[in-house]
């Protein structure tokens, strides 16, 4: 791998996200990373995690990490980031819902992480398509999300929409 890239894959729940970023992971690489982002919260979400890992299968080197993505070195690697909504929840959670300390602290960790010659895979979510919450945790939360995306999505070469399945592609940089 000579160059960096950076693709963000967005969309609403069970729309084919983590599917399609994985297919891509693989049609570029036959040993990608995938670095997980989730906390484990309960038993059934520790299983559903298990259940995952084991669908992926041998290829994939597996990573968890909470929050300091610019700790792991994957220069010369393809790694999907799944996903950038419960990595932000993460940062979201320790600042006890600041959105501007959240967002200086991700857009930091993401500059530094992507720094390295790789091919990253950003998996995230459009929160801001359901529609505004009366609940004012959950809208300064969706609010983060839609400015981590947008950051992510400026610095992409790529960004895929993914409905009902269907990859569309918003963003294409020409080489």
Same mark, same amino acid.
């Given at each position: 791998m000579n160059s960096m890239k950076i693709i963000l894959v967005t969309g609403g729940q069970r729309s084919g996200k983590s599917s399609y970023a994985q297919?891509?992971?693989?049609?570029?690489? #036959?040993?990608?990373?995938?670095? #997980?982002?989730? #906390?484990?919260?309960?038993?059934?979400? *520790?299983? *559903?995690?298990?259940?995952?890992k084991r669908y992926r299968g041998p290829e994939w080197t597996n990573i968890e990490e909470l929050k300091d993505l610019q700790k792991i070195d994957v220069a010369g690697r393809v790694v999907v980031i799944d996903c950038v909504t419960l990595w932000s929840t993460n940062f979201f959670s320790e600042t006890n819902g600041d959105v501007e300390l959240s967002l200086a602290a991700i857009t930091e960790s993401f500059e530094a992480f992507t720094q390295q010659n790789a091919t990253f895979i950003f998996v995230t979510n459009e929160l801001g398509l359901g529609g505004t919450s009366?609940?004012?945790?959950? *809208?300064?939360?969706t609010d983060l999300l839609g400015w981590v995306n947008q950051h992510i999505a400026a610095a992409s070469d790529e960004v895929v929409l993914m409905?009902?399945? !269907?990859?569309?592609? !918003?963003?294409?940089?020409?080489y």
């Open positions: 297919k891509l992971a693989l049609s570029l690489s #036959a040993n990608p990373i995938y670095l #997980a982002t989730s #906390a484990v919260w309960d038993e059934e979400h *520790r299983q *559903r995690i298990e259940r995952h009366n609940n004012d945790l959950q *809208r300064r939360f409905v009902s399945g !269907i990859p569309m592609i !918003i963003k294409q940089k020409q």
